[in-house]
């Protein structure tokens, strides 16, 4: 693997969170559409490109999330009536693709401390050789009425949004191991108290509105290290290896 393309998928990362940090700002203030005009505005100013405008004829520069319900798109709701979201960001540099996402806390701070000290957890499993049928192990040691959602996957992701690289988020036999410059994301999504609920067009429905969340970033594999492209700072008081 070239020196270049190593260099533009970090940097690639580096400007996920930016836009991210960027538009942590905004949140609390607009409404999900203009947060998605202002995300696609701050990604053609720094002179990257949507990952996802076009990705399978979708026509938005982010993907949002709200409270019991896991989108593939933009909910059309009015923001100021839900209490927790997440924004969902994919970009390109130099033909290189990070995927990250940001999580508002309001009255969620617990819930939301809770669910980014396990996702990290995530990180002791992912190691060189180790298969990626990791999810098995996880879902093990998952506590009483705390899920991960088995309808969607992580996957992996260079110079391709999505390439061929499935990770489940179930008890799977994949064999495959991973190796040295491997890139992909992790991206689970958690639900509280019942996994259960309905998936209609690639949007799921949590049972009795149960409240789902997700956390994502895009890893990459490199000396026999993990490094998380898309790491904000206000996140390391987290990360536990």
């Known amino acids: 693997m070239k020196n270049f393309h190593i260099k533009s998928f970090l940097k690639c990362g580096f400007y996920n969170n930016f836009i991210i940090n960027l538009l942590s700002n905004y949140s609390k203030k607009i409404n999900l559409y203009e947060l998605d005009f202002i995300s696609l505005y701050f990604i053609i100013k720094i002179k990257c490109k949507s ?7 979708y026509k938005f520069s982010s993907c949002i999330s709200i409270e019991n319900i896991i989108c593939h798109g933009i909910p059309i709701v009015e923001f100021y009536k839900y209490n927790y979201f997440k924004l969902d960001i994919s970009l390109k540099f130099n033909n290189l693709h990070s995927d990250s996402c940001y999580v508002n806390n ?13 996702f990290y957890n995530i990180l002791n499993y992912i190691k060189i050789n180790v298969s990626f049928s990791f999810f098995n192990k996880i879902i093990l040691f998952l506590k009483k009425n705390f899920f991960i959602n088995e309808e969607y996957c ?19 036999k994949n ?8 890139s992909f994301t992790i991206e689970p ?3 509280f108290k019942n996994k259960k609920g309905i ?7 949590t049972k009795k509105n149960n409240l789902s969340f997700q956390w994502e970033h895009t890893l990459y594999i490199y000396n026999k290290k993990i490094i998380l492209t898309t790491l904000r700072k206000n996140e390391i008081c987290y990360i536990i290896l």
């Open 189 to 191: 999504m958690f639900i």
């Open 106 to 118: 309001f009255n969620y701070v617990k819930k939301n401390f809770l669910f980014k000290n396990f």
């Open 199 to 205: 998936d209609f067009l690639n949007i799921f429905f």
């Open 175 to 182: 064999s495959k191991k991973i190796k040295n410059f491997d």
């Open 154 to 172: 992580s996957h992996g992701i260079f110079k391709k949004l999505h390439n061929k690289l499935i990770i489940k988020h179930n008890f799977n």
């Open 51 to 57: 990952s996802t405008i076009n990705f399978y004829n």
